[in-house]
């Protein structure tokens, strides 16, 4: 069977931010108040397959082999609509996708989901799309999928802030950028994998129309932008990790303050903060991230990460600690890949 011809099978692994999105200044094409930078996991494979049916009247969508409805399945064909559109087809599709990281708990599955289902849906309808394009593509289904799309260190542009927002569209995708030999770590601690009460769009949108602190962070946020690219350059872990770490507290800082406040840090997480000022105090270069839920993700060097990990893990009592590194971009696989 030709690649392409009806359908295609495409894997891609979830990010995180070091430097976060966090505000839409255009719902509807996703485009982010500031740019954002990110390390893309080598663990949490999403694995999408798209066909394309030419009998179907609707589109069917599984996730782990569970016919998926309501919100969920809205979200996919409305973004499969967008890949219709593009191709000029009309057809219906079956996508069937297996995700290995807890969903919706602020692990960034929708950044691999949506990264994977990009790739697919663009291959099996047929649109002829560089990395650029993949990118621009996969934004449209979740903000932090348009990283995942590249491996390693991305950047995502949030486009000329002055265009209208149909031209800053065009200037609004990831990509890759140099670092130097950091040989990072990520000590992902899983305090709880179960869905979040509120979803990164609602908090963000509720985040951007009442937080007074969300304008500071954001201007703050571009001058961490610029220093977290030099550290990267210079492969200054310290550096990395004491910008990311502000970075991702002040954006929490801007959910608190937002009215009624976002909350996605729990007990369990505080814990584990303070488990890596300790690491910090002991001599081990280590440092937090977080995102739209309770776990925490932990910079380390890679020679450390067994440490922290231990750390992390009496802190982080009942819940799970993985180790990533960096990974590799949204690609495509063998149809039964
Ligand atoms: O995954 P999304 O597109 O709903 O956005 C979530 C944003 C954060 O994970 C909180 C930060 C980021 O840049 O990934």
């Not at 219709?84 to 219906?92: F, V, Y």
């Not at 959910?255 to 890596?276: C, E, F, G, I, Q």
Request: proline share 7%; glycine share 10%; aromatic share 6%.
């Amino acid at each position: 069977e030709r690649p392409g011809a009806n359908g295609a099978t495409a894997v891609a692994q979830p990010n995180i931010a070091l430097i976060k999105y966090w505000g839409k200044r255009d719902e509807r094409l996703f485009l982010p108040w500031t740019s954002s930078l990110s390390m893309t996991l080598d663990i949490f494979p999403t694995t999408t397959r798209v066909r394309l049916d030419a009998e179907a009247t609707d589109d069917a969508v599984t996730f782990n082999g569970t016919p998926a409805s309501g919100e969920e399945r809205r979200r996919i064909a409305g973004f499969l609509d967008l890949v219709r559109r593009r191709a000029g087809l009309t057809h219906r599709a079956v996508v069937d996708t297996r995700n290995t990281v807890p969903t919706g708990a602020g692990l960034a599955s929708s950044a691999g989901g949506f990264a994977a289902l990009a790739v697919a849906a663009a291959t099996a309808y047929g649109l002829d799309l560089d990395p650029t394009g993949l990118s621009r593509l996969a934004r449209r289904g979740s903000g932090s999928a348009t990283r995942s799309i590249f491996g390693g260190f991305a950047v995502w542009h949030a486009g000329t802030p002055t265009a209208p927002p149909a031209e800053a569209d065009l200037s609004s995708y990831a990509e890759p950028i140099p670092a130097g030999d950091l040989d990072p770590a990520l000590v992902i601690a899983v305090v709880n994998a179960g869905p979040k009460d509120v979803s990164s769009r609602a908090a963000m949108r509720r985040t951007v129309e009442t937080s007074p602190l969300f304008e500071p962070w954001a201007a703050s946020s571009r001058d961490d932008l610029t220093e977290m690219r030099q550290a990267l350059l210079r492969a200054d872990l310290d550096a990395v990790g004491e910008i990311a770490e502000r970075n991702s507290l002040g954006m929490h800082a801007t959910m608190l303050s937002a009215r009624p406040a976002v909350r996605y840090l729990s007990p369990a997480s505080v814990t584990v903060l303070d488990s890596v000022l300790q690491l910090r105090r002991d001599g081990v270069p280590a440092y937090a991230t977080m995102d739209a839920g309770p776990n925490v993700k932990v910079l380390c060097r890679r020679t450390d990460a067994e440490r922290v990990a231990g750390a992390v893990r009496a802190a982080a009592t009942g819940g799970t600690v993985h180790i990533a590194g960096p990974g590799p971009g949204a690609r495509l696989v063998d149809e039964d890949g």
